[in-house]
């Protein structure tokens, strides 16, 4: 069970062309009619203009005018059709660059086991996985029975529980959230998106008949089984919010009956189990506080009972064990502490200590097993796994020696379990996982992710780097290369960050990234403020009125980047999305010198337009990470920053800006408002660009094949704008 920083927002690049020569404007009343005149000044390069409306609003005293307001009205054919324009521009203009796109889509896919299995996971009497098959776009999940010895048993009857590529069929995008088996192994509940909107609907499958049953809610967020195998608890969203503020009892066959409400705006709510199934945990949190409540799972009718009552500032997760609580809390302990209490008594006057705070690592998640606990930790942008022996009452610790890597817990669903499973990665290494003996600390490398054609990661170096920020702080950063690349400023750069809602930059393997080193592409990330990389202080000093640490971190670390000869402005390109996306924007207007181009996706960058609006989606929970925009300290130290709001007349880089139509997340009108006005206030003639995916959310493209497709373009204007055209 991890601890779970409230994240809504988040996740998650050519030469120059002609400079926008359409003078008229196109008025959203009339901009069907005048589609046809853009699609002939493509030809030229002359970019859509979107016209001017009038809108005001009064906030603290001072009228804000929003000369792009109209583009926020989705149901309105005239944004739709303004959006195709913009489409149809990026398209003529990067028509150059598709055979390179093309090319970095073919080295992806070659690269891809096409036909591939994850690794199975023993729960109860099946091994649960997943597998691909060629030129399907979607996994299939499956299950073999526990085979004689208890080991998995390849040569025993599979049975696919979902085929989501036949689930997919008819549908632009298609992704499947939840998926939980019933105790009794023979019920299968999940929720699917169809949208891109990430609002998921309830089905639950009968596994003996493989027909559906009628039992279905819509905009389901978290879901768990009763013991009965015949009741679940769900949660449910707002339809106008996305704000998961219900809890509902659904006895199968029949109706459902709320029995929780979360009325406190900034806080969401999520239902699980406790690992050994015994209580459901009904969690509800905000950024800085949460509150936790259980009730036994072959109790279902009963009322959820409070752990410990909601207290601001406590945030505080639970596990069970015999009778005992396990609590991971903040309490006396800003990178939280690991304590024990009977159940029935989990105040902190009965606490016992199980793992003592430590300011320089903080603890992420804690793994409750019958003999074991395993708690995950980070320390100096590293990850760790730390196990204890209930028994013998002593540590080991699982870590690894390379310079920068990644190593998590990817789930391991039996409480009996004596073998943890983690997956390990790096720059350099392709992920690998791994079963680590809990009793003595062997590993066993159990499957590494295969890159077809072979792949050295010898041929690559990767680093460790600190940077100097200008108030003193040092700020980790990593970069890999492939060796022999040239470290005398004149080596292409691609610099990515995040930087918000405690989410960390981690030290990823990438197939796709391969095209790019493979140039010679030098690539980056900065674990800059705003995330917990460094600890919860580290997340605590890149929020609120302490938000432009996160964008001061990154110009420092790109200025470093510069002086150290890793590369040069001319040769530097930055990359954002969400969150990373206000990151992207906020950096240009700062210093638009810094950098040769940009790719923002799906970014956060009409800040105030968004916050001061209680009805969308999202807003009201994030006052407690950004600010509450109607307390007038925040509002102004917020518009200080909002990129929309900070674009003035000056030259900027070359710019991608990519969205999807039905993201939830970001609205699609940030970006599309965000380019409308940069393309009227810019006064250079680089090339802006925007793309919309029609059909796609927050995520782009859910299909693989479609996604690496999304990606390679991206990759390919990069490219382009380093003059790398092979």
Known sequence: ?????????????????????????????????????????LATSAAPVAAKTAWQETRHGTVVTDDYRWLQKKTDPAVIDYLNAENAYTAAVTAPIQPLADKVTAEVKGRMQEVDLSVPARQGNFYYYTRTEAGMQYPLHCRRPVGASGAYDAQAVEEILLDQNQLAEGHKFFAVRAFAISPNEQLLAYTTDTTGFR?????????????????????????????????????????????????????????????????????????????????????????????????????????????????????????????????????????????????????????????????????????????????????RALNRARIYDFAHKNWKTVQFDDPVYLATSVGTPEFSATQFRMSYQSPVTPPTVIDVSMQDGKRTVLKQQEIVGGFDGSRYTTQRLWVKARDGVQVPLWVVYKKGVKLDGSAPLLLYSYGSYGISTEATFSISRISLLERGVIYAQAHIRGGTDMGEAWHEDGMLMKKKNTFNDFID??????????????????????????????????????????????????????????????????????????????????????????????????????????????????????????????????????????????????????????????????????????
């Open 1 to 41: 069970m991890s601890i779970a920083h409230h994240a809504s927002r988040r996740r998650s690049v050519w030469s120059s062309i002609l400079p926008a020569l359409l003078l008229s404007s196109l008025a959203p009343s009339a901009l069907a009619d005048t589609i046809t005149t853009v699609a002939a000044t």
């Open 199 to 379: 609002q998921y609907e309830l089905h639950v499958k009968d596994l003996k008949t493989g027909k559906l049953l009628g039992d279905t809610m819509p905009r389901v967020t978290s879901l768990a089984w009763a013991a009965d195998n015949a009741t679940l608890m769900l949660t449910q969203e707002d339809a106008t919010t996305k704000r998961a503020d219900r809890l509902f009892r659904l006895a199968l066959g029949g109706a459902s009956q709320q029995v929780y409400h979360e009325p406190v705006e900034q806080f969401a709510i999520n239902v699980g189990r406790t690992h050994d199934k015994q209580f459901f945990v009904l969690t509800s949190g905000s950024t800085d506080t949460s509150e936790v409540l259980l009730l036994p799972t072959n109790k279902p009718e009963g009322s959820f009972q409070s752990v410990l009552k909601r207290e601001k500032g406590h945030r505080y997760i639970v596990e069970h064990r015999d009778g005992q609580l396990y609590i991971v809390t903040n309490k006396e302990a800003k990178n939280f502490r690991v304590v024990s209490a009977p159940l029935s008594a989990p105040q902190p006057k009965h606490w016992k200590p199980v793992v003592p705070h430590n300011k320089d690592a903080v603890i992420q998640s804690i793994d409750v097993f019958q003999d074991y606990l395993v708690v995950m930790e980070k320390a």
């Open 557 to 726: 670390s790109a200025d470093y980047l510069v002086r150290e000869k890793w590369t040069s402005p001319n040769r530097l390109i930055i990359q954002g999305g969400s969150a990373g996306g206000l990151l992207m924007g906020a950096v240009v207007n700062m210093r638009p010198d810094l950098f040769h181009a940009v790719h923002a996706a799906v970014p956060f960058v009409d800040v105030m337009n968004t916050m001061m609006d209680a009805s969308l989606p999202l807003t009201t929970g994030e006052y407690l990470e950004w600010g509450d925009p109607n307390q007038k300290a925040a509002y102004d130290y917020m518009l200080s920053y909002s990129p929309y709001d900070n674009i003035a007349r000056k030259n900027y880089p070359a710019m991608l800006v990519t969205t999807g139509l039905n993201d939830s997340q970001v609205m699609y009108w940030e970006p599309a408002k965000y380019v409308a006005k940069l393309r009227a206030y810019k006064t250079d003639s680089n090339p802006l660009l925007l793309k919309t995916n029609m059909g796609a959310g927050h995520g782009g493209a859910s299909g693989r094949y479609n996604a690496i497709a999304e990606n390679a373009f991206n990759m390919a204007w990069m490219l382009s704008q380093w003059n790398i055209t092979e």
